[in-house]
């Protein structure tokens, strides 16, 4: 999950909350979209393998 920070940065967070805090985790803050989406696809693949 990919949201734009006010500085124009993008942070990926996890999809699911963290039961202890009730928030996301942060998986990283890059400088652009295409990036997150990137390290997105490289989470998701860590995840299956």
Same mark, same amino acid.
């Given at each position: 999950?990919?949201?734009?920070?006010?500085?124009?940065?993008?942070?990926?967070?996890?999809?699911?909350?963290?039961?202890?805090?009730?928030?996301?985790?942060?998986?990283?803050?890059?400088?652009?979209? +295409? +990036? +997150?989406?990137?390290?997105?696809?490289?989470?998701?693949?860590?995840?299956?393998?």
């Amino acid at each position: 999950m990919i949201r734009k920070l006010k500085s124009g940065k993008y942070r990926l967070y996890s999809r699911k909350k963290n039961p202890k805090t009730g928030k996301r985790r942060n998986l990283g803050t890059f400088k652009t979209k +295409a +990036a +997150a989406e990137k390290h997105e696809k490289a989470v998701q693949y860590f995840k299956r393998h």
